[in-house]
């Protein structure tokens, strides 16, 4: 019975030196010292020796066990070790080799300059309104109180999808739309893009970006309006930005002003960038004509408001001194990377 235990103890190291893999290693095991295992088996039979022989094949019994156990473990460290090895080996990564250079994207310049009108809006209360830039007729000049022989109106000017479709030339009609959903008090602006019929040119562009806003609640008045507008132009342009209103027309705002703010280049004094004015141009304003509000449903006996449209593109060609309108649209990468 030693006999066949020392066979035993043989035969398992060598297996269990030859195997190469976890799964190998764990077959070996079991069949050795397994439930059904050799080793197992013999043990078992122990109960047919006699009282003298039991205590020595039992010693012998456990010495081989203990052998073999210790076979196990040793091979089960190399074997870990050596997959580790492959591991590191197939994950291998030379951090001296140069990286791949990916061209990161960046906020267009107009985009940034909606974000920053955006958050000063938000900033004094306003929520954000959208409209469609395929507009109705109805909405971009009726209801905005546009007579029928406007020119802004003509073929020449705007785009028509169809006689009642158009591809909204402002940002004014959001003011209907918000007016009509919305009872007072409204308090809304309204970024986007809008469309008319220029050709591109330095200053020109057929599609280009408004920002509407719209205030309509009881005892809105003028003195409310500038002090919207002051407040937007000082923290868009710099703290000692001034505002100028200049008597203008729009259809659908009475009295109606064009804005100018003082020049951000020379402070007012007349300069290049001004065109010696000391003024620059930026924005249409005024308080709602009555009819806009009758004919979107508010009563105005009751309620006043202010509305004023800022350029966005202007905005953006002047904040960053760029000299031509065309480059905001040409997607040239070189021009975009500067900002
Ligand atoms: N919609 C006018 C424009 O495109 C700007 C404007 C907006 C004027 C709101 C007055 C009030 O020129």
């Known amino acids: 019975m030693k006999e066949k235990l020392e066979q035993i103890q043989k035969a398992a190291i060598e297996q269990i030196v030859s195997v190469t893999t976890a799964d190998e290693l764990e077959a070996a095991k ?5 439930k059904k295992g050799e080793l197992t088996a013999i043990l078992r039979g122990m109960g047919a020796l006699t009282a003298e022989e039991r205590p020595i ?30 591991r590191f080996e197939k994950d291998k990564l030379d951090v001296t080799l140069p990286s791949k250079r990916r061209g990161l994207g960046r906020i267009h310049p107009i985009t940034k300059t909606i974000y920053e009108a955006r958050q000063i809006f938000l900033d004094m209360g306003f929520t954000i309104a959208e409209g469609p830039e395929i507009e109705l007729v109805e909405y971009n000049f009726d209801a905005l109180n546009a007579p029928k022989d406007h020119p802004s109106r003509d073929m020449t000017d705007t785009f028509y999808i169809d006689k009642l479709t158009v591809l909204r ?7 209907v ?45 003028m003195g409310d309006l500038k002090g919207t507008l002051d407040m937007f132009a000082r923290k868009m342009f710099g703290p000692e930005t001034r505002t100028r209103f200049r008597p203008h027309n729009f259809p659908f705002t009475e009295p109606s002003a064009e804005v100018d703010v003082s020049c951000f280049a020379c402070g007012g004094k007349g300069c290049r960038f001004c065109k010696g004015e000391g003024w620059i141009e930026i924005l249409g304003a005024g308080m709602v004509h009555p009819n806009v509000l009758e004919s979107c449903g508010i009563d105005s006996h009751v309620y006043t408001g202010f509305a004023f449209g800022v350029g966005m593109d202007r905005v953006t060609i002047l904040k960053n001194n760029i000299d031509d309108m065309r480059l905001l649209f040409e997607n040239d990468l070189r021009f975009l990377s500067q900002f």
């Open 57 to 86: 094949v039992g010693q012998v019994a456990n010495n081989v066990r203990e052998a073999i156990e210790q076979a196990v473990s040793d091979k089960r460290a190399l074997i870990t070790a050596a997959e580790r090895e492959k």
């Open 30 to 34: 079991v069949k050795y010292l397994g």
């Open 177 to 221: 739309r918000e007016m009509r959903a919305n009872k007072p008090p409204i308090r809304i602006i309204s970024p986007g893009r809008v469309y008319r019929c220029d050709p591109p040119d330095a200053t020109h562009s057929p599609v280009f970006h408004q920002l509407e806003g719209l205030v309509v609640d009881k005892g809105v008045s």
């Open 169 to 175: 030339t402002q940002t004014s009609p959001v003011q």
